[in-house]
């Protein structure tokens, strides 16, 4: 399975957009960006997922680098709510059994007032 | 809507006692379903996973087992806890060829 790379943690201030950077430098073509985020004491929740195009949703945008080595998380107004741990995920390819995520040690978001 | 339950939330065990953790899913039909651990401050490692009735895929070797026998049922068992065991277990489900992984509430146990 491909890897990320992302900050440990990270500000934001209350209000402000919140970026979250990921590298995925070895991801394979047919691999699906993920991301999660995790609330203390909460199970992970999806957030969005992308493959080349940029994407966005209720919650957040995801932008993804051309050559598909690196992706941003754009939380636009950034709330106190959404303190948490942020993961990025690339997605394994799939095998007769099922797929599976690989999380890693994410971003730990504090958002500021 | 599709719903995932888990339970109990928290558990305190003595080495050496049994375990049993259940997930359910309610709202679809045939889901993917998975079972993951995490200690404390560190990532999610997946345990099991299942596409089916009675077909469980483990991905790490330890004393916990795990069986599907419905469904939309998912148990997490062991037959003597380890102090290691200690974690958060959560479980979650997938539905065909959509990869988005949603996750139930998690169940905190500790063993002591």
């Known amino acids: 399975d491909a890897k990320t790379t992302q900050p440990p943690s990270m500000d934001c201030a209350e209000g402000r957009a919140a970026n979250l950077p990921c590298n995925h430098s070895t991801i394979s073509g047919n691999e699906y960006v993920y991301w999660y985020r995790q609330i203390h004491s909460q199970g992970p929740q999806y957030i969005i997922h992308g493959l080349k195009n940029n994407e966005t949703n209720e919650m957040a945008s995801l932008i993804i680098t051309e050559d598909r080595k690196s992706s941003t998380l754009i939380l636009p107004h950034a709330t106190l709510r959404d303190t948490a741990v942020y993961y990025c995920?690339?997605?394994?390819?799939?095998?007769?059994?099922?797929?599976?995520?690989?999380f890693g040690g994410g971003t730990r978001l504090m958002v500021k007032p | 809507s599709q719903t995932i339950h888990q339970w109990p939330a928290t558990l305190v065990q003595p080495v050496g006692s049994p375990l049993s953790l259940e997930c359910t899913v309610e709202?679809?039909?045939?889901?993917?379903l998975y079972w993951y651990r995490q200690a404390a401050g560190r990532g999610l490692q997946l345990l099991f996973y299942s596409i089916g009735i009675d077909q469980i895929s483990s991905e790490v070797p330890q004393n916990l087992s795990a069986s599907r026998p419905q469904d939309r049922q998912f148990i997490l068992s062991s037959k003597k806890l380890l102090l290691s065991d200690s974690g958060f277990y959560l479980c979650a489900w997938s539905v065909g060829r959509d990869e988005t992984q949603y996750f139930g509430p998690g169940t905190r146990l500790l063993v002591l």
């Open positions: 995920i690339v997605r394994g390819s799939l095998n007769n059994a099922g797929n599976m995520l690989t």
């Open positions: 709202g679809t039909s045939n889901p993917n």
